[in-house]
């Protein structure tokens, strides 16, 4: 398999091309577009992200409607 020796201004332009072939696809999970992905996978590899969890939450300042509903309490209007 040859190796694809691009310059600095090739290697951008085929990176635009893929990315627009992707972008103005309509079947975004069709097979032409997994293999547009994996290509530009391969030529363009990108960061890994970082994750961010989220926060906890809070606790409730009173029981919710759904758990004394259950414990069997009536409310009162």
Known sequence: MPTLDFTGEERA???QTIRAAIHGERFVL?????R???IL???DPAPSAAVTPYRAPRPSAEPSFLYAKLRGV???R
């Open 30 to 34: 069709s097979p032409r577009v997994k």
């Open 13 to 15: 332009e085929v990176l």
């Open 41 to 43: 996978a391969k030529l």
């Open 74 to 76: 009536r409310w009162r």
């Open 36 to 38: 547009l992905r994996s």
